[in-house]
């Protein structure tokens, strides 16, 4: 089926270190997925961080890039140096620019990020 | 700019019951969203609706009604409300068709059925 699965939290870091969050995807009924990371700062409403739409293109946003591995089907985020605002939940999502109902997201994962 | 409230921010429902969460959005957005998210589990689609009037079930229709009759909102009833659940719903909103579009959210109705 279709799926997304991601690091499983929570993930603790200090600040100006690096980060990875793991993502990859199942996409066995959509043609052409579209991949993105959404977060949730605290207090706040979910909204989107970066999206790819093409297969070997990276997206990038606030610090954070990810690159969408057709081949390894993985759309890791990545940052070079956090800082503790960026402590938030990040949800990887699967979706698809031809239907609505194949918009599949990852169970979230919990970041903080120590000063 | 623009924003989707949703109400009420926290819900405490009986056993039975319906209980209705609303939606509003001022984006002009033609499409709108319903998720639920379970603790330790991704968000899934409940209903969408591609304009006023307009009700499209997703994987997790079952047990729950939906209601778009302006374009600004969308709301969402649960049928009969089951013991113990506990979950936060999630309105969202896109100006074009599919995931592609970029998606605003609300911030979340929590629900606990006591």
């Known amino acids: 089926g279709d799926s997304v699965t991601q690091t499983e939290g929570p993930v603790t870091v200090s600040e100006s270190e690096s980060l990875i969050i793991n993502c990859t995807y199942s996409?066995?009924?959509?043609?052409?997925?579209?991949l993105f990371w959404y977060v949730r700062y605290p207090g706040e409403g979910l909204q989107l961080l970066l999206k790819?739409?093409?297969?070997?293109q990276k997206g990038s946003s606030r610090g954070f890039e990810a690159t969408y591995n057709k081949e390894t089907t993985s759309f890791h985020l990545q940052k070079a140096s956090v800082q503790e605002s960026d402590s938030a939940v990040y949800y990887c999502?699967?979706?698809?620019?031809?239907?609505?109902?194949?918009?599949?997201f990852g169970k979230g994962t919990s970041l903080t990020v120590i000063p | 700019g623009g924003i989707i409230t949703q109400t009420p921010k926290f819900l405490i429902g009986q056993e039975g019951q319906k209980l209705t969460l609303k939606c509003q959005q001022n984006f002009n957005h033609d499409t709108m969203y319903w998720y639920r998210q379970d603790s330790g589990k991704g968000l899934r689609l409940i209903y969408y609706s591609i304009t006023e009037n307009d009700l499209q079930k997703g994987d997790l229709s079952e047990g729950y009604d939906a209601s778009r009759e302006k374009k600004s909102s969308f709301s969402l009833t649960v049928t009969s409300a089951q013991k113990n659940e506990m979950a936060v719903f999630l309105c969202a909103s896109s100006i074009g068709q599919g995931a592609n579009s970029d998606y605003t959210f609300g911030s979340g109705t929590r629900l606990l059925v006591i």
């Open positions: 790819v739409i093409t297969a070997g």
């Open positions: 996409a066995t009924s959509i043609a052409y997925p579209n």
């Open positions: 999502a699967l979706g698809s620019n031809t239907g609505y109902q194949n918009f599949y």
